[in-house]
């Protein structure tokens, strides 16, 4: 069983900067992730399961976005974890149910999978809650992401192929 830790988080995307006659005045919510933690998401893509994966330098920033949403402390970031990130990316950035359905295989294993596929769905279900129901991330935040580290040989990853 997956337990995930909740960080300090507020649930609004914008927060009033000030108001002066009808002019409202907001700034954008600093992001989720943590750069600290960035360093530990380097280390899991060198799990070759991981890397056979396949998936853009984008969608890999919005699952280093997703970890900081659920509260991931970098020391606990792991496969599994990855794959369910990675699994919502799939759902908002392809909504293709064949990408997602080859997750299944490729982590749980071409034997086992089917028996394993639901138990999966139910941690998805349990990490995306964690999340706060928030998968929408914007590109200029997977920039963002993506400029802490610009020359890490992740962010030029061109998707190849589903895994």
């Known amino acids: 069983e997956l337990i995930f830790c909740k960080r300090a988080q507020k649930r ?17 919510k600093r992001p989720s992730y943590h750069p600290e933690d960035q360093e530990a998401f380097y280390r899991l893509l060198e799990d070759l399961v991981i890397q056979r994966s396949r998936v853009t330098g984008y969608m890999l920033s919005m699952v280093v976005e997703y970890f900081g949403r659920v509260g991931l402390p970098g020391h ?6 990855f794959f369910l990130a990675l699994y919502i990316t799939c759902d908002m950035e392809e909504d293709d149910f064949t990408s997602k359905r080859n997750i ?12 394993l596929y639901k ?17 929408w991330v914007t ?25």
Not at 12 to 28: F, P, Q, R, T, Y
Not at 76 to 81: P, S
Not at 110 to 115: L, S
Not at 147 to 160: A, G, T
């Open 119 to 135: 138990d999966f769905l139910k941690l998805q279900k349990a990490f995306f809650q964690a999340m706060g129901y928030r998968a």
């Open 104 to 115: 299944f295989p490729f982590l749980l294993g071409k034997e086992t999978w089917k028996n």
């Open 12 to 28: 609004s995307i914008w927060a009033v900067d000030h108001i002066e006659g009808m002019k409202l005045w907001v700034n954008k």
């Open 139 to 163: 590109p200029e935040l997977c920039e963002e992401i993506q400029n802490q580290n610009r020359h890490h040989w992740v962010w030029s990853r061109v998707r190849q192929g589903t895994p």
């Open 76 to 81: 606990l970031y792991n496969r599994i974890h």
